[in-house]
């Protein structure tokens, strides 16, 4: 969406546009629950959209996997992919890192 440079108010527009079949009926019932469409925001719709997807003990387990993450036998191309992977799952985390990481001489 920010590459596309979507304005918020049109982004749950066009996810919702590429949802089929389960993800459909998935959809057509949160709006449902809705008087006024207008009211599901994009946070309103990521929040459910990853709760019904990425459960919270999904993302537990994935942040704890990214935690324990270790090159071992991986090479680096390989390890660079899956902490890419596990990373949307701690965004926080890796900002942490980041930011350390560029304060290092």
Not at 54 to 74: H, S
Not at 86 to 92: A, G, R, T, V
């Amino acid at each position: 969406m920010e590459v596309m440079r979507v304005p918020q108010n049109h982004r749950v527009a066009l996810a919702t546009f590429y949802l089929v079949r389960n993800a459909r009926h998935w959809w057509e019932s949160v709006q449902r629950r809705y008087q006024d469409l207008s009211a599901i925001t994009w946070q309103l719709f990521r929040a459910a959209f990853d709760s019904q997807y990425y459960p919270l003990a999904y993302q537990n387990l994935k942040m704890e996997e990214f935690v324990q993450l270790e090159q071992g036998a991986m090479t680096v191309l390989e390890y660079e992919k899956k902490f890419n992977e596990l990373s949307k799952y701690c965004i926080l985390l890796v900002e942490d890192r980041i930011r350390n990481a560029s304060c290092l001489p």
